[in-house]
Each structure stands twice: as C-alpha cells, then as structure tokens.
C-alpha cells in the first residue's frame, strides 16, 4: 500500500479491558504497515478537532457520551466518507443516539446478551466480499454475542458468523459476527469480536484470524469509493 491509512484509535472507556487492548490492537494496526494511527483516550475531545487528515474512525469506546461538537464532528466526517471500525463493546455505546445507531446498524439493546467465554467456530457467510474473500472459517476463543438488535432499518450485510450453543449459555442459532453498513459516503465494519476481561487472556486478540479480519475490515472501510 502506496499511503499509510491515517487512523484516529478512540478510547478511553469500556466494559472491558481497554487498557491493554487499545495498546495492543494499535500496535497490531501500525505493525502491519498500513495504517498511522492517533492513539486518543479522550475520544471526546479528539472528536472535537478538525478531523480531515483521518482516513478512517477507529472505535473502541464504549462510555459517556461525547459532547455535541463531537458528535456532529463525528456523523459529518463519516458522512463525507471517513471510514469507521466498531469494534465489540462500541455497539453497546450510546442508548438513543439515534443517528450513531443508525451508522453501526446492529446493537447491543435490551435482550442482547452472551453466554460463557468459549471455543467456537467463525463461519464465512460471505466470501465474496473484499474482507472475506479467500478466508476459511475458523476457530477462536471468545465471548460470543447474541440477539444484537437492528436498529432504525439500517441495512446490515453479515460477512461472517457463529453458532452460539445452548452448551455455552447461547440461543442455539447462528449469531452475527462480522459485518458492514454504510453511513452517508462512509463504509462501516464491524466485528463482534475480541473481548478481553480484565484479569483475563488475551486469547481473543491475539488470534491470528481475529486481527487478519481486523485489518481487512479497516482497510475496506477506509476506502474511498
């Protein structure tokens, strides 16, 4: 890749362990050569700044909602086609935010839930898109979600999914893992997966599958088109 994909990582607050994998994920983007990335804890007033050196939104935040400025800086940037990356705990963020939900298209809402961090198998429901094409399925160890809620009518296309098993505390069907919307002229992937619990492993990150879908999904997203 000819240019380096200018990317702002936005944290700072979660449920889980951001403290170890906003760091960790940062550098597994800047170490794959392609994306320069803006390491921000204060997403709020990083959002606030002129954001139109950034290529793509990188979203690992899941706390307080940003201020206004922020949040119109946001929605316009990723209008005008900045691409965005929410990942897990991003899609619990901000209940009744109604063009955020729009953007991420599937949200933790009342009667999402999960069953006990296991072994399970990622299928490929799409291969013929650009993140997926060419990958097989796969195996990691994870918290898997289920019954994310569709919001607002967005369009939603599932590239990949898991089977969450009543063994496992989960619903018995095929649940979303990855996938991508569109916001205005701004392209959307979102991935379900890659929980770390603090005092927990790293296995969900450090999978080797995990972070090939992670830099597909932010390169796709960061394209212009």
């Known amino acids: 890749m000819s240019k380096q994909i200018s990317t702002l990582y936005l944290t700072g607050a979660n449920n889980h362990d951001w403290e170890r994998t906003g760091p960790f994920l940062r550098d597994v983007l800047s170490a794959s050569g392609d ?16 954001l139109a050196r950034f290529d793509l939104l990188f979203l690992d935040y899941n706390g307080p909602l940003w201020s206004e400025a922020a949040q119109a800086n946001f929605l316009q940037a990723v209008k005008s086609g900045k691409g965005v ?70 369009p939603v296309e599932v590239l990949a999914s898991a089977y969450s098993s009543p063994e496992s505390g989960g619903t018995g069907e095929l ?4 996938m991508t919307t569109h916001y205005g002229a701004g392209r959307v992937f979102h991935t379900a997966l890659g929980h770390v619990w603090k005092g927990s492993s790293l296995a969900a990150v450090e999978n080797a599958a995990f972070q090939e879908t992670l830099l597909r999904g932010a390169r796709w997203a960061a394209e212009k088109h």
């Open 175 to 178: 649940e979303p893992m990855l």
């Open 35 to 50: 994306f320069a990335v803006t390491y921000a804890e204060d997403a709020s007033t990083a959002l606030e700044a002129d």
């Open 85 to 154: 990356v929410v990942l897990h705990a991003a899609d619990n963020a901000f209940p009744g935010w109604v063009e955020y939900e729009k953007l991420v298209g599937l949200m933790w809402r009342e009667g999402t839930g999960h069953g006990k961090f296991h072994a399970f198998t990622v299928t490929i429901q799409n291969a013929e898109h650009p993140i997926t094409a060419g990958l097989t399925d796969f195996v990691t160890e994870d918290e898997l979600y289920h019954r994310l809620v569709p919001m607002h009518g967005t």
